[in-house]
């Protein structure tokens, strides 16, 4: 079962944090053809990168995004400035369950009348998030796929509100919604997949057995969904759910990283807890879904500058074991080239977008 476990959980994540940002990029219920192929090219050209990027930063350095940075930027004879990566993905882990938290409690209002305010129930699933970090990983990873399948399954019974699949002029902006549903809501950038398996990395000669799986599931989960939205009251207690544990799973992993950093245990849970309550202010949700975006992409800017120019080249091709030359000068190109350049262009078009 730990070999299922990283790309199930990649699949859970994945979906959720989809539905997380859809609605702020403005493709919940307008199902844009041309912009949904742009979104698959896109997790070809930065998503696999990402994906083997992770899975050979932690088998070169035996051990979880936090730390590994710590040797790598020792083998590189590089800053410790580049360190700040780890911090900031350690840090946003707990954001981002703070954001899956608060769009459930505002879909849950939504379609469910409740006699509480939508702070209260932020508020309340909020603790239920934090208390479920607890639980092993892998119950809150079972609990969040079971109801996934449950909400799909319940989405076509209710009639879905869908525009009918068409073309339309590509725009600056997409291309940023396209680069952020391809890095950010996928997850990647944090190593949080790597850290679910890292042992089972140290002990595999490629990193493909681990890169691979993770990548088709995500993708699965962009796939899957086109064909879903809630717009019911039953499929929203059932995402809900889903939310809350994979809330509670991002708060499970970076505490882990924290505790192996040895942080004191109060400066641990100020970390944790000051990231999940920025957003119980719910005038300020907008602003921060802007900022959600860009600590994402700058994440990963940062991981493929190092990798891409500062590490050492051998380093990586050692970890990454590719059978052919050819694959790894590809993978080198899209994590020092593409994915920069991706990723600046992506930041700018949601600053002007947000202006």
């Known amino acids: ?74 083998e590189a004879d590089a800053s410790a400035y580049w360190r700040i990566a780890g911090w900031l993905a ?22 469910v009348q409740l006699p509480v305010a939508e702070n209260i129930v932020f508020a309340i699933l909020a603790v239920v998030a934090v208390t479920a970090s607890f639980l092993p990983r892998l119950i809150l990873v ?21 525009t009918a699949w068409h073309i339309t002029a590509i725009h600056f902006s997409e291309w940023g919604y396209a680069v952020v549903l391809a890095l950010v809501a996928t997850g990647l950038g944090l190593g949080v997949y790597a850290q679910t398996s890292a042992a089972q990395i ?37 995402i809900l759910v889903s939310a ?47 900022v959600l975006m860009l600590w994402g992409l700058l994440i990963c800017l940062i991981y493929a500058i190092f990798a891409g120019w500062i590490m050492k080249i051998s380093h990586l091709r050692k970890s990454l074991n590719f059978s052919q030359e050819v694959t790894y000068n590809l993978w080198r190109i899209a994590v020092r080239v593409v994915a920069p350049l991706a990723i600046v262009l992506a930041m700018v078009a949601i600053v002007l977008g947000a202006v």
Not at 90 to 111: E, K, Q
Not at 142 to 162: C, I, R, T, W, Y
Request: net charge neutral; proline share 4%.
């Open 1 to 74: 079962m730990s070999r299922w476990l990283s790309p199930l959980m990649a699949f859970c994540l994945s979906f959720m944090l989809i539905t997380t940002l859809a609605p702020v990029v403005g493709i919940q219920l307008d199902r844009q053809l041309d912009f949904w192929l742009l979104w698959l090219v896109m997790m070809v050209v930065l998503a696999l990168p990402f994906a083997y990027m992770e899975v050979a930063l932690v088998k070169r350095a035996k051990t979880t995004a936090l730390q590994a940075l710590m040797a790598l930027t020792r």
């Open 90 to 111: 350690v840090v946003f882990m707990p954001f981002l369950a703070g954001a899956l938290i608060a769009n459930a409690s505002h879909s849950l209002t939504h379609y």
């Open 142 to 162: 079972g609990v969040s796929a079971v109801m996934l399948l449950v909400s799909l399954v319940l989405s076509h019974l209710f009639p879905l509100n869908l």
């Open 202 to 238: 140290k002990d595999t000669e490629q990193a493909t057995p681990n890169a691979l799986p993770v990548w088709v599931a995500q993708v699965l989960a962009v796939v899957l969904f086109g064909f879903f939205a809630v717009q019911a009251e039953l499929p929203a207690i059932t």
């Open 244 to 290: 809350v544990a994979v809330a509670a799973g991002f708060v499970q992993l970076a505490r882990e990283q924290l505790q192996q950093r040895q942080i004191a245990m109060v400066v641990q849970w100020a970390i944790i807890l000051i990231a999940i309550l920025t957003w119980a202010c719910l005038a300020i949700v907008p602003v921060l879904n802007t």
